[in-house]
Structures are given as structure tokens and as C-alpha cells.
């Protein structure tokens, strides 16, 4: 794999009007379109529910769609078993042989397969080297912890060169410190090997450090497909906006000319009409001192200040409501609570979404 340098096959996916339902009432995918493309980054975000998993399992033939086609690097695999699928999958838990070496571990589905004794090392020291296992090889996985053994088991996944690798929340049980470590690692292998991954995650601070592009999904609906930017500077409605962190959103409750009345004042805004809604990213915020006039200025004062050395969060209390404010920390002064303020904001920053 890794040392010559060469790079595996990797597969684009293409599902169409997948449904899935268990039961009379849970509808766990209500066709979904998308296609994933080959050597692509591909994160499915969602809460608890959404129907990741239920997608994940239909790429890998655990489970069947009730309806729709899937297609993995041009063949038609709707009705394919798992393993004619080239097709592979890291689960949250490792599912890995206890009492076997992670050498034993890793060269266990090359021998299922039927590769021989000397290409299954070669291909075992190849992926250990990728990802650096060192002298882990030859512990046992109950004297690895949780961090290791989930690199095991990235590691048993990719020693069979499947074209697709699909992981399940693969970093969810590690700490915060050894998660974004493993992010980086997982990162690099992918970009190394030039695979097709398609990872989901609950979190979409991971979905944005990772991806190329992510896909939203609620109530086994895709809600967004685009690049971490576009999803997060752009959502298309409020639920992806609060999944992705937003708070700032406010009800367009009227427009006249180029203005819209929101609950945090008059607004100059290009789009958007009512029963839209307006969304003012923290980041974009200017915080001036005093009640200053003009357009698409903001009058309010400071409630709180939460202070995070290379910036500070700012809650405002504008009229009835509250808007967040980033500021970055140059060393100047930060503004603190009780202050009075006026937030400025350009047009070309604010962006209207659906309900
Ligand atoms: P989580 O992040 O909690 O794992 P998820 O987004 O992966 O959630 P799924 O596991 O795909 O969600 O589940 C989608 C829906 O289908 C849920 O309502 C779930 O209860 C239901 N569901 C999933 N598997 C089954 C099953 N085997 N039997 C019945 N209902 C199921």
C-alpha cells in the first residue's frame, strides 16, 4: 500500500431513492438520493436517529433497502451480498480477537480470503507502517487501550484494499486529545491512499475538520449536501443551522424595499422574505462601543463575556431577545458585561434560510 507509494482503487457511490422502514411506524431512510464520489472524504452528519447507520449497513450489505438502487464504482450492488461488495467497515466497537495478536488480527481476513502466508506479511508490515503501530504488532489487543485498539481496527479494515471504507463514528469513544490526533492520522491515511471514505458522525466539528463534503441528514431525510463551508456559512434551513452550532436566527417578520424587520431591528438585506429567516454568524459581528447610528447597526448591551484567550463570546441583549458576537483577542480592549455596544454588520454576510 503505503510505501511504494501506489494508490489503491477507489469507487464513487451512487444511491437512488433508498428507503428504508422497520416496522409499521420507523422510517429509518425515506429516499435518499446522493452521490458520493471516488477518492472523496464523505461524512453523513445527523442527531441520534436520523438513519446513518441504517445507510451505512445498506453500503455494506448488512442490510437491505426496502426500495431505490446503489451502484459502487459502476456495478449495481442493490441485490449483491456483502462480500461481493469491495466494500469495508470500521465499527464504534472494534470488534477485534481479544486473545490475538494485532498481527493475527490484522492478517485474519487476508487468510479468509485466501492470500498466502508470504503476502499476508507483506501486507500487514505495509499497513503497520501506514499507521505506525510500531511494536504493537505483536501485543495481544487485550493489553492495548481503547485508542490503540481503534487504530487496529482502521488498520484491519484497510489491509484488504477495499475500494470503499465506511467507519462508524470510529472516534467516538477516545478523548478529546487522542480523538483529534486519530482525526489528523485518519486524514492522512485517507489522503495517502486515495480511498473513498464515507464516515459518519454526530459531530459536526469533526464533519467540518474532516470532510470534503458532508451530507445532513434528519428523520432519514438528506436536509443539505455541500462542502464544510457551504454547510456551515450557508445552511439551507434551520435545522442544519443549529446543528451546525448557529444560534443567531432570527424570523423575517416583514420587508419593505431592501429592508426586513427581524426581532433584532431593521435589517438591509437583499434576499428573504417573511416566514424566512435571517442567520448572523458570531464571527461576522463588528462590536463598537456606544449607540452608534447607521444601517445595519445594532444597539444592545453586554450580558456576558465568555473569555477564551484568542477570543471572547459575547451574549447581547438587543430589545426582547440575544445575539452571540465573536471577537478575536489582538490585545486590545475586550468590551466587558454591562457595556453598552452596537454591533455592525454588512449585507453580503447575512444569509436567509427556510424554516
Ligand atoms: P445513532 O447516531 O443513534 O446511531 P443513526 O442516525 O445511526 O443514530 P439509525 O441507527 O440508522 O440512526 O436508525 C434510524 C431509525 O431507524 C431510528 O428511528 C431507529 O430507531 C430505527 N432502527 C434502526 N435499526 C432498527 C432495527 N433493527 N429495528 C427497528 N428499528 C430500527
Same mark, same amino acid.
Given at each position: 500500500v503505503g510505501e511504494r507509494g501506489e494508490r489503491l482503487a477507489a469507487s464513487s457511490i451512487e444511491m437512488k431513492g433508498l428507503h428504508k422502514r422497520f416496522g409499521?411506524?420507523?422510517? @429509518? &431512510?425515506n429516499g435518499v438520493d446522493l452521490t458520493i464520489r471516488a477518492g472523496e472524504f464523505f461524512t453523513l452528519l445527523g442527531?441520534?436517529?436520523?438513519?446513518k447507520t441504517t445507510l451505512l449497513r445498506i453500503l455494506a450489505g448488512l442490510e437491505e433497502a426496502d426500495d431505490g438502487t446503489l451502484i459502487i464504482g459502476g456495478k449495481?450492488?442493490?441485490?449483491?451480498?456483502?462480500?461481493?461488495?469491495s466494500v469495508n467497515t470500521v465499527f464504534q466497537?472494534?470488534?477485534?480477537?481479544?486473545?490475538?495478536?494485532v498481527r493475527e488480527n490484522l492478517a485474519f481476513g487476508l487468510k479468509m480470503r485466501g492470500v498466502g502466508a508470504q503476502e499476508r506479511e507483506a501486507k500487514v508490515a505495509e499497513v503497520a507502517n501506514l499507521i505506525q503501530l510500531g511494536e504493537l504488532?505483536?501485543?495481544?489487543?487485550?493489553?492495548?487501550?481503547g485508542g490503540q485498539r481503534q487504530r487496529i481496527a482502521l488498520a484491519r479494515a484497510l489491509v484488504c484494499e477495499p475500494d470503499v471504507l465506511l467507519l462508524d463514528?470510529?472516534?467516538? @469513544? &477516545?478523548d478529546a486529545g487522542l480523538r483529534s490526533q486519530l482525526q489528523v492520522e485518519l486524514l492522512r491515511v485517507q489522503k495517502r491512499l486515495g480511498m473513498t471514505f464515507v464516515f459518519v458522525t454526530h459531530d459536526q466539528q469533526e464533519a467540518m475538520v474532516m470532510s470534503d463534503r458532508i451530507a445532513v441528514l434528519n428523520d432519514g431525510n438528506i436536509q443539505q449536501i455541500g462542502s464544510p463551508r457551504e454547510i456551515y456559512?450557508?445552511?439551507?434551513?434551520v435545522f442544519v443551522a443549529r446543528f451546525m452550532g448557529h444560534d443567531n436566527l432570527y424570523a423575517i417578520t416583514e420587508r419593505e424595499g431592501c429592508r426586513v424587520t427581524t426581532p433584532v431591528g431593521t435589517l438591509e438585506l437583499e434576499g428573504g422574505s417573511e416566514g424566512e429567516f435571517v442567520l448572523i454568524r458570531p464571527e461576522t459581528l463588528d462590536l463598537k462601543l456606544g449607540h452608534v447610528a447607521g444601517t445595519n447597526h445594532l444597539p444592545g448591551r453586554i450580558t456576558e463575556r465568555l473569555y477564551r484567550g484568542s477570543h471572547a463570546e459575547y451574549r447581547i441583549a438587543i430589545g426582547a431577545t440575544s445575539l452571540q458576537a465573536t471577537v478575536n483577542n489582538r490585545g486590545h480592549h475586550l468590551p466587558d458585561v454591562g457595556d453598552e455596544v452596537t454591533l455592525v454588520v454588512s449585507s453580503e454576510d447575512l444569509v436567509t434560510l427556510s424554516e
Open positions: 409499521n411506524d420507523a422510517v @429509518a &431512510l442527531p441520534s436517529g436520523c438513519g449495481d450492488v442493490t441485490e449483491e451480498p456483502p462480500h461481493r461488495r466497537s472494534y470488534a477485534l480477537f481479544p486473545h490475538l495478536s504488532v505483536d501485543r495481544r489487543i487485550d493489553q492495548l487501550s463514528e470510529p472516534l467516538s @469513544a &477516545l456559512e450557508t445552511p439551507i434551513n
